[in-house]
């Protein structure tokens, strides 16, 4: 069983930055990719970033490469989004997943769990 808990959302002024962290607490945790989504109100669910097992590889979805920045501490068994220059249109409700085996897309059926999800809302 593994599980993941997202915290650091809010409300942030257009331009500005927030980070994100999701805290996962798994046996053998390492053994997964840890991946971002993002959902907006009558929008469908937008995978955005993913980081490796070993914290080496990432990959970022056009809509927010250049801003968003993923990384991971294995010490601490956390996964952090800072997400920096951030827009309106980033306004939604964050998840972070985890998917097993195989590097994997960006797809939403390629990650097995899935965090509860926190609101970021960008707007002044």
């Known amino acids: 069983q593994l599980h993941l808990v997202e915290s650091g959302g809010g409300l942030v002024q257009p331009g500005g930055s927030l980070r994100l962290s999701c805290a996962v607490s798994a046996l053998r945790w390492g053994d997964f990719h840890i991946g971002w989504f993002r959902q907006a109100p009558g929008k469908e669910r937008e995978g955005i970033s993913c980081i490796s097992k070993s914290g080496r590889t990432t990959m970022f979805a056009d809509s927010v490469r250049g801003r968003f920045t993923t990384s991971r501490d294995i010490a601490k068994n956390t996964v952090w989004l800072q997400m920096n220059s951030l827009k309106p249109e980033d306004t939604a409700i964050y998840y972070c997943?985890?998917?097993?085996?195989?590097?994997?897309?960006?797809?939403?059926?390629?990650?097995?769990?899935w965090g509860q999800g926190t609101q970021v809302t960008v707007s002044s």
């Open positions: 997943a985890a998917a097993a085996g195989d590097w994997p897309s960006l797809r939403s059926i390629d990650f097995n769990y």
